[in-house]
Nanobody, 123 residues
Framework: QVQLVESGGGLVQAGGSLRLSCAASGRTISTATMGWFRQAPGNERDFVAAISPSAGMINYADSVKGRFTISRDNAKNTVYLQMNSLKPEETAVYRC????????????????WGPGTQVTVSS
C-alpha cells in the first residue's frame, strides 16, 4: 500500500502560479508512473500530466502544455506539479495518483490516489 498526500493548493489570481506537491509514504514510488488529475464540480476527472518512474516519459493534457510541469524526486518519494499562467476554468480539486504497472495516462490504470488539494483561480 502507498499513501499519497497532496499539498500546495490554494487561491490564486488568473495568470498566477502554484506548485503542488504529492508526498508518498508506505512504499517507494520510484517504480511507479505518477499522474496528476483534476476534477471540477459536476465535471469528470480529467488527466493533467503523467511521468514515468525514471522521468523518461512525460505527457501533458493539451490544455496545459507549455504552462504546467510535472517532476519527481524519487529520493524524497515526492512528485510535483508546477502550474503557471493559471486560468479560472482550471479551478478544481487536483489529485495525484500512482500506477504500479505499465505507463498510463488513464485514471483506470492508477492504483492509488491522494485525497486531493483544492486549487481556486479567481478572475
Amino acid at each position: 500500500q502507498v499513501q499519497l498526500v497532496e499539498s500546495g493548493g490554494g487561491l490564486v489570481q488568473a495568470g498566477g502560479s502554484l506548485r503542488l506537491s504529492c508526498a508518498a509514504s508506505g512504499r517507494t514510488i520510484s517504480t511507479a508512473t505518477m499522474g496528476w488529475f483534476r476534477q471540477a464540480p459536476g465535471n469528470e476527472r480529467d488527466f493533467v500530466a503523467a511521468i514515468s518512474p525514471s522521468a523518461g516519459m512525460i505527457n501533458y493534457a493539451d490544455s496545459v502544455k507549455g504552462r504546467f510541469t510535472i517532476s519527481r524526486d524519487n529520493a524524497k518519494n515526492t512528485v510535483y506539479l508546477q502550474m503557471n499562467s493559471l486560468k479560472p476554468e482550471e479551478t478544481a480539486v487536483y489529485r495525484c495518483a500512482a500506477a504500479f504497472g505499465l505507463y498510463t495516462r488513464s485514471p483506470t490504470g492508477f492504483n492509488f490516489w491522494g485525497p486531493g488539494t483544492q486549487v481556486t483561480v479567481s478572475s
